[in-house]
């Protein structure tokens, strides 16, 4: 679930920050109801413990960012969830995700708070707090985009090339092979696939695929079902035919078209870098699609921006040698 936004072998060596945390929750399908970055007001802060703790652990769940110093504990940056309050006590239980060293323990609201405006040292800014709830769809996520990362440099070049507003929209055009198609429709997506590196293309799978739910005791019973309905829906537009030619085209007739198709549909607002999405981006309208399969789209488009921002976030940073946690 790590590896969406970030080299997993950097996330291991530097740990993450609360943006990146965010970040990576909104991957795998989570919502932020409530984002609050350092510490916030105490009271609000009491407030929204008291209302999450009232709420079922499946519908709703508060993470705090804190430094563990605050408790005189080891170490420094961490994140834990909230399992409870105790309104006489004014106090918490954090259910410590590091369970070999600390089991679940009781703090009072106002020493987290404090352990929450302690800096982090890789931004410069006190920590905070987030509550998410799961993906208002009634299955799993389907779709996700993982990276190797040895082709974390491709992503990151290619991410951040996309959301650089100074790119010059429509260079993909220049490109000889990027013109070939017997009509518009088809000059558009062949630029798409042109343009894009092929790790890229390669990097979107399924859930099924990406952490073989069939092998999982709590695999969703409707995931098989809805893939394939999925599948066949997207089988039956016009863009998924038009892939289709055009891989066969440009000399890729083994890539995945439905994965393709997939990603054609997701990826977000074209138009800013190939010319030709200008009079011909009702390619990518769902509008009439299923409700699950415009609620995959809408996740997948979303996971692309963050690992956009991510990539300009990473690269702003290059010369930040602090850790994170």
């Known amino acids: 679930m790590l590896s969406c936004c970030s080299p997993l072998e950097e996330i291991k060596e530097n740990g993450i920050n609360i943006d990146e945390f965010r970040h990576l929750a909104e991957c795998n399908g989570a919502r932020i109801v409530k984002y609050v970055t350092g510490g916030g007001d105490l009271n609000e802060f009491r407030g929204t413990i008291k209302t999450s703790s009232m709420s079922s652990s499946e519908t709703r769940a508060?993470?705090?960012?804190?430094?563990?110093?605050?408790?005189?504990?080891?170490?420094?940056?961490?994140?834990?969830?909230?399992?409870?309050?105790?309104?006489?006590?004014?106090?918490?239980?954090?259910?410590?995700?590091?369970?070999?060293?600390?089991?679940?323990?009781?703090?009072?609201?106002?020493?987290?708070w404090k352990a929450m405006q302690r800096l982090d040292p890789s931004t410069g800014n006190p920590r905070g707090y987030m509550v998410l709830e799961p993906s208002r769809i009634s299955t799993s996520v389907l779709f996700t985009i993982r990276t190797h990362f040895q082709d974390w440099k491709i992503f990151s070049d290619f991410f951040e090339t996309l959301g650089s507003a100074t790119h010059k929209k429509g260079s993909c055009c220049s490109n000889p092979l990027a013109l070939e198609g017997n009509n518009q429709h088809e000059r558009s997506v062949n630029c798409f696939f042109q343009m894009m590196p092929i790790e890229v293309s390669n990097a979107l799978a399924t859930y099924e695929d990406a952490f073989s739910y069939g092998h999982l005791p709590y695999r969703p019973r409707d995931h098989e079902l809805a893939m394939e309905t999925l599948q066949k829906e997207v089988e039956l537009l016009e863009v998924y035919q038009i892939v289709k030619t055009v891989l066969a085209k440009i000399g890729k007739p083994n890539q995945n078209v439905f994965l393709s198709s997939v990603l054609f549909l997701a990826f977000p607002q074209p138009e800013k870098f190939i010319c030709a999405f200008e009079k011909h981006n009702m390619l990518q309208d769902i509008l009439h699609c299923s409700p699950l399969l415009q609620n995959e789209i809408q996740l997948l488009t979303r996971q692309i921006v963050i690992m956009m921002e991510s990539s300009k976030e990473t690269t702003d940073c290059k010369k930040c040698s602090r850790k994170k946690y």
Request: proline residues 4%.
């Open 62 to 112: 508060l993470v705090v960012s804190y430094s563990r110093k605050e408790f005189e504990q080891t170490g420094d940056g961490h994140f834990s969830p909230i399992g409870g309050y105790c309104e006489t006590e004014d106090a918490v239980l954090i259910l410590d995700v590091a369970r070999f060293k600390y089991p679940a323990h009781w703090v009072k609201v106002e020493t987290l």
